[in-house]
């Protein structure tokens, strides 16, 4: 027996029809489910993609006023928001730098990393006449500088990788 067009459909296409029928509701509610998942996956994987630290950031550290004019460095400790994965910690210590007045230029400013890039322990500055000696495969590390509002000082703080001749940024 052949289906004649118009007649009546056979049980062949009413099965046809049918699988049809349940493939597109599958294939709707997946579409449906697909935007909430792809969002709350994004969501949970957010924190681990995020930058975690102070590190390459400009901070404040401290104003113009508080370093000596003749150029002796001062030690000033770091502090910044602290980001692990889904925690926040706010106004953490992070590091230390040494800051010093450039002589001459009044308004110019130098800073340093205080952790020796050699063994990766903390630098001390110990004023004598003869100045300081340093022994390094590299000198200290020098951060950039910026006074802003005539007054404050920010630094970009970052961590640098040890026992190398060249000045190579943490990741």
Same mark, same amino acid.
């Given at each position: 027996?052949?289906?004649?067009?118009?007649?009546?459909?056979?049980?062949?296409?009413? #099965?046809?029809?049918?699988?049809?029928?349940?493939?597109? /509701?599958?294939? /709707?509610? /997946?579409?449906?489910? @697909?935007?909430?998942?792809?969002?709350?996956?994004?969501?949970?994987?957010?924190?681990?993609?995020?930058?975690?630290?102070?590190?390459?950031?400009?901070?404040?550290?401290?104003?113009?006023?508080?370093?000596?004019?003749?150029?002796?460095?001062?030690?000033?400790?770091?502090? !910044? *928001?602290?980001?692990?994965? =889904?925690?926040?910690?706010?106004?953490?210590?992070?590091?230390?730098?040494?800051?010093?007045?450039?002589?001459?230029?009044? /308004?110019?400013?130098? @800073?340093?990393?205080?952790?020796?890039?050699?063994?990766?322990?903390?630098?001390?500055?110990?004023?004598?006449?003869?100045?300081?000696?340093?022994?390094?495969?590299?000198?200290? *590390?020098?951060? %950039?500088? %910026?006074?802003?509002? #005539?007054? +404050?000082? =920010?630094?970009?703080?970052?961590?640098?990788?040890?026992?190398?001749? +060249?000045?190579? !940024?943490?990741?």
């Amino acid at each position: 027996m052949s289906e004649t067009p118009g007649g009546p459909a056979g049980p062949c296409c009413e #099965q046809r029809r049918g699988f049809l029928e349940k493939a597109a /509701a599958i294939g /709707a509610g /997946a579409l449906a489910l @697909a935007a909430p998942l792809g969002v709350g996956v994004n969501a949970f994987l957010h924190p681990l993609r995020r930058a975690g630290g102070a590190d390459g950031n400009l901070l404040k550290i401290t104003s113009l006023e508080s370093l000596p004019e003749d150029g002796t460095p001062r030690k000033f400790n770091v502090t !910044a *928001d602290r980001v692990d994965a =889904w925690n926040r910690f706010s106004n953490e210590p992070v590091g230390a730098v040494f800051l010093r007045r450039i002589p001459g230029q009044p /308004a110019k400013v130098a @800073a340093f990393q205080v952790t020796c890039p050699h063994a990766g322990c903390a630098i001390n500055f110990e004023p004598t006449e003869q100045g300081g000696r340093f022994f390094s495969p590299r000198d200290m *590390d020098e951060l %950039e500088v %910026e006074i802003r509002n #005539q007054n +404050e000082i =920010w630094v970009r703080f970052q961590h640098f990788v040890l026992n190398k001749s +060249e000045k190579i !940024a943490k990741a």
